[in-house]
């Protein structure tokens, strides 16, 4: 079994930064797919970024060039570095994990973007 554990989350004023790391733990791969997804109110969890074992990354337009997932610190952990964050990012954002065919999902962090 694979946990991930998200943090991070919080509230920023419009224009603002933060980013978002996913602890993992459990089973070591060599092969998976990492991703960020989120759910605001009232709608469907959507894909905001993922990233390959290979390193292949890719992003939802509506995030693409102010969000950038990354493992720069260590395999185990996966990062979301979310700049110009608007008030429509506002939403859980749940940590992913991809392996042999099964879903491995966090508990989820709340982000809020208000003034």
């Known amino acids: 079994q694979v946990q991930l554990v998200e943090s991070g989350g919080g509230l920023v004023q419009p224009g603002g930064s933060l980013r978002l790391s996913c602890a993992a733990s459990?089973?070591?791969?060599?092969?998976?797919?990492m991703g960020w997804y989120r759910q605001a109110p009232g709608k469907q969890r959507e894909l905001v970024a993922t990233?390959?074992?290979?390193?292949?990354?890719n992003y939802a337009d509506s995030v693409k060039g102010r969000f950038t997932i990354s493992n720069v610190n260590a395999k185990n952990t996966v990062y979301l570095q979310m700049n110009s964050l608007k008030a429509e990012d506002t939403a859980v954002y749940y940590c992913?994990?991809?392996?042999?065919?099964?879903?491995?999902w966090g508990q989820g962090t709340q982000v809020t973007v208000s003034s």
């Open positions: 992913n994990r991809k392996v042999l065919g099964y879903d491995y």
């Open positions: 459990g089973s070591i791969f060599s092969t998976y797919v």
């Open positions: 990233m390959t074992s290979g390193g292949s990354t």
